[in-house]
């Protein structure tokens, strides 16, 4: 593994300046006739190989009164999978995310080793405000995602991204690699 991609990967994961990386995925939608109208109606990017994927993350620090320590960073990332794109901000405290969905606010926590970064969702809830609930993990929609380096000279690293939802089961998944690209 070279220290170079896993410098990028670290900086693309963890870091607080915007970064942008472009490269291919294999999409998967889940394969129930469910999951295909929510895919439809959520405008997912299709089942395919080769797909071109551009991921561009905009950072800046969060305004807060009378936060004390490094305050949280707001992270609004654009994605553009085959001409999908998917929009989500994401808030930043350390190793604890949140990112909204609409109504959906999904709370993350994300471990870094060397050579890996992995983010694992800790909790769902539905709403905004004071009309929030907290969803049992049974009833949440569960995504995971990890990133890692691997052998050789390249600037790239790998990614792979998985959502599945009760009763219905895998919604979305995504693998592939990113090489840095510029904002």
């Known amino acids: 593994m070279s220290q170079e991609s896993e410098d990028w990967m670290r900086r693309f994961h963890l870091g607080d300046e915007t970064v942008a990386g472009t490269g291919e995925l ?9 999951a295909g109208v929510l895919c439809a109606l959520l405008r997912l990017p299709r089942t395919g190989d080769c797909v071109p994927v551009r991921v561009v993350v905009h950072r800046r620090p969060a305004r807060r009164a009378g936060h004390t320590g490094p305050p949280p960073l707001v992270e609004h990332w654009v994605r553009d999978i085959g001409g999908h794109r998917l929009t989500t901000t994401q808030v930043r405290t350390g190793p604890h995310g949140r990112e909204r969905h609409g109504l959906l606010l999904v709370h993350t926590r994300t471990t870094a080793t060397p ?27 569960q995504a995971s995602a990890r990133a890692w380096t691997t052998s050789g000279a390249d600037v790239r690293f790998r990614i792979e991204v998985r959502v599945a939802l009760p009763v219905i089961g895998p919604l979305l998944s995504y693998s592939g690699h990113l090489d840095e690209a510029g904002a």
Do not use: H, K
């Not at 969702?121 to 709403?127: C, D, H, K, S, Y």
């Open 26 to 34: 294999s999409v998967r939608r889940g394969a129930g006739p469910l």
């Open 115 to 141: 050579g890996e970064v992995t983010v694992t969702q800790e909790r769902a809830v539905l709403g905004a405000g004071p009309l929030a609930i907290p969803l049992p993990a049974r009833a949440a929609p």
